[in-house]
């Protein structure tokens, strides 16, 4: 049986677990260069900043910022910025951190969501299955195998449902543990920011 056949027999709700393990896919790809992005060579960048801040050199440590890429050179530069420009830089620091810390999360929520969903879509899908596999049940007690064959039929679903479950939290799971390096990182960055700061004051 190919895979189309089997796509076909698991009935109306397979669509749907198809559409979402495509989210998933579409989510595992944006999420996975933005986060290369977000930390590009991150500890070079906090070697970098430390070295220019411990020789109090505040300008050079923003154009360091200015001229680097990545989340943490973002928060650095906003609160070197406000430090040079006199403003708070603590609530500036604060401000990006938590900014940047919402689009790391984004879409996250997402995978968690279809964790859950995908599992009782396809039991959604093998009860639907099973309703059709009694109605046959009733008219023809004479076939079993109409009966029993309508049954694993049902049941694609629910595989199909825990195969796309399992791709969700293995791309969660690993996401989570790249956000919680990555905003280690950043909490980092604003307590070396606004140590410096606070000395050259």
Known sequence: MSVVELFAKGGPVMYLLLIISVAVAAIAIERFRFYNYAKSDGEGFIKGLTDRLKARNIEAALDFCRHEDNSLSKVARTGLEAAVNGDNAELALINAHD?????????????????????????????????????????????????????????IATATGLCVAI????????????????????????????????RSA
């Open 99 to 155: 900014e940047m810390a919402m689009q790391l999360r984004a879409r996250l929520n997402y995978l968690s969501m279809i964790v859950t969903l995908a599992p009782l879509l396809g039991l959604l899908g093998t009860i639907s299955g099973m309703i059709d596999s009694f109605n046959v049940f009733s008219v023809r007690t004479d076939q079993p195998l109409a009966i029993t064959g309508g049954i694993g039929e049902a049941l």
């Open 167 to 198: 791709f969700a939290l293995v791309v969660h799971t690993y996401f989570a543990q790249k956000l919680d390096e990555i905003l280690t990182s950043l909490d980092r960055i604003v307590n070396i920011v606004l140590s410096s700061v606070g």
